[in-house]
């Protein structure tokens, strides 16, 4: 059994075009419809949000205990 995964758009008359030479015509076929969304090209800023958002994230807690507790179980 084979996997088709194209994009296309639905048609204002609600209709789907298959790509040409398609294994599924004739055939009964289950259809998922996922709407594509944009990927925002803005990356530059993004970076300094995150840091802003998680800077400190774990201040005031001491981490050498877990991570000695966390090895010592990792290699008994």
């Known amino acids: 059994m084979g996997v088709l995964k194209f994009t296309t758009k639905i048609s204002e008359n609600e209709t789907i075009q298959l790509p040409v030479n398609s294994t599924f015509f004739n055939k009964e076929v289950e259809i998922i419809i996922v709407p594509k969304t944009k990927l925002n090209k803005d990356k530059s800023a993004k ?9 400190g994230f774990l201040k005031n807690t001491n981490t050498e205990d877990s991570k000695y507790n966390y090895l010592s179980e990792k290699h008994k």
């Open 47 to 55: 970076a300094t949000e995150f840091v802003k958002k998680w800077a």
